[in-house]
């Protein structure tokens, strides 16, 4: 399970740091599938980087899976040492972060995507979740930098968005009200948004993994 110097070398060779953090990603992915392992998902920071085209800055992968058990060893195989509750890999330089508790966003909306370096796919919570995850934060705290990042995926993804999910789910955490605000927001400035969204596409292309 020791990764090869070719996709290693490849992968240390990628500048960008979030496509790097992706390309290890897809590594440790394609691990957890030949040991059986559920398949881990990423959410948090990284994925809003995903679907901000990595406008959102941040350090680690965070990464649901339900096995910390077996995992654990796993990590430690594929040469990550354990810092805190952190896995490093100081030849990578990456820091990954299996966050605790069941993984509760929508597996219907979870998205497939397949990183161009290494051609091995990571999944991702969808954009629907974390802007949700974004506003609960937003809700609990008054931060405007939680709310500024859900209106910016919304405007990146608007057209894609599952909005009677997203509608649905928002009222269910009882932030329906801010949701709608945010929707408002974006209207008025959606193609400022899209064009953003257009002239960065650093990241994998998106593809829903149930298609």
Known sequence: ???NDEVKNK???????????????????EEFKKEGLYVPILVGGSAVAIYSNGMYATVD?????????????????????????????SELDTYVEFPSGRFEDSMDHVREVVVEETGWPIYISGYEDMIIDRALKFSATSDQNSREWALRMMGFLY??????????????????AIIERIQRDVKRYKGVYR??????????NIENSND
């Open 1 to 3: 399970m020791v990764l």
């Open 61 to 89: 992968l965070d990464m649901k899976s339900e096995q910390f058990e077996r995992y654990a060893p796993l990590m430690s195989s594929l040469g990550f040492n354990r810092v805190g509750k952190d896995f490093y890999h």
């Open 195 to 204: 064009a953003q969204r257009d002239k960065d596409n650093s990241t994998a």
């Open 11 to 29: 992968i240390k060779s990628i500048v960008n740091p979030l496509r790097r953090r992706l390309a290890v990603c897809s590594w440790i992915t």
């Open 159 to 176: 057209d894609e968005i599952d909005w009677s999910y997203l509608h649905k789910k928002s009222n269910e955490y009882g932030i329906l």
